[in-house]
């Protein structure tokens, strides 16, 4: 069964440095999303991108937070300058290509430590 | 912002007995709502939906009720089993736009042998 799979598992980075998280999303699968679970709290939407351009975004994801989608397969987020409150699980989603599917499949998920 | 609501952090069910998880909300533009399971360090897991054009959608022994009037959905679990021990996220969605889903804040659910 196909799946989203993300890289790495765990990251731990300094302050101020810059992260990229990776993501292979399911092969026929046009809509990506990345979302983020900070310890004790809700899965939260961060970003949605379609036809290779974001479709929309969270307040959270402000101009620290990027996303791209270099080739056919990967999507990734970038954070420039990490800070200590983004120390959190980033899960990567993805839909297919129907409109009325509304399902998204997540991946297993990236832990930041931001120390 | 808690338009998607889940008023119970955790819930005990003896195995072989029905579970139900209660999901509320407030936005009225939802049009489409869905069921996570999640294990500890995975990812959620998609479970079951349901349009807001139906109140029931049935896959297994997992049910979902909508109940649209008063902007509540539950998930059944019937017979529960140990392994449906999980967190239960619910999500919901609006038609337009890049349909995100918005998260309740999940229900641990333990099914007791």
């Known amino acids: 069964e196909p799946e989203v799979t993300q890289t790495p598992s765990h990251q731990v980075t300094q302050m101020g440095q810059e992260v990229i998280l990776r993501c292979v999303p399911i092969?026929?699968?046009?809509?990506f999303y990345w979302y983020r679970q900070i310890l004790g709290q809700k899965v939260e939407f961060l970003v949605s991108?379609?036809?290779?351009?974001?479709?929309?975004k969270s307040e959270i994801f402000d101009d620290q937070f990027s996303v791209e989608r270099p080739d056919g397969s990967n999507f990734t987020l970038k954070i420039r300058s990490t800070k200590l409150e983004d120390s959190a699980m980033y899960f990567c989603?993805?839909?297919?290509?129907?409109?009325?599917?509304?399902?998204?499949?997540f991946g297993p998920g990236t832990r930041l430590t931001v120390t | 912002d808690q338009q998607v609501k889940q008023n119970s952090p955790s819930l005990s069910v003896q195995e072989g007995r029905i579970s139900i998880l209660n999901c509320d909300y407030t936005?009225?533009?939802?049009?489409?709502f869905l069921w996570y399971k999640k294990y500890p360090a995975e990812g959620p897991t998609f479970l079951i939906s349901?349009?807001?054009?139906?109140d029931k959608n049935e896959d297994g022994r997992f049910t979902v009720f909508l109940n649209k009037s008063a902007k509540h959905l539950s998930l059944h679990i019937v017979p529960s089993q140990p392994g449906d021990s999980a967190v239960y996220f619910c999500?919901?969605?609006?038609?337009?736009?890049?349909?995100?889903?918005?998260f309740g804040q999940g229900t641990r659910l333990t099914i007791n042998p």
């Open positions: 989603a993805s839909r297919a290509r129907d409109p009325s599917s509304y399902e998204q499949y």
């Open positions: 092969s026929n699968h046009l809509y």
């Open positions: 991108f379609y036809n290779n351009e974001i479709s929309e």
């Open positions: 936005n009225s533009m939802f049009d489409y």
């Open positions: 349901i349009s807001s054009i139906k």
């Open positions: 999500a919901a969605s609006e038609y337009q736009g890049a349909q995100k889903l918005v």
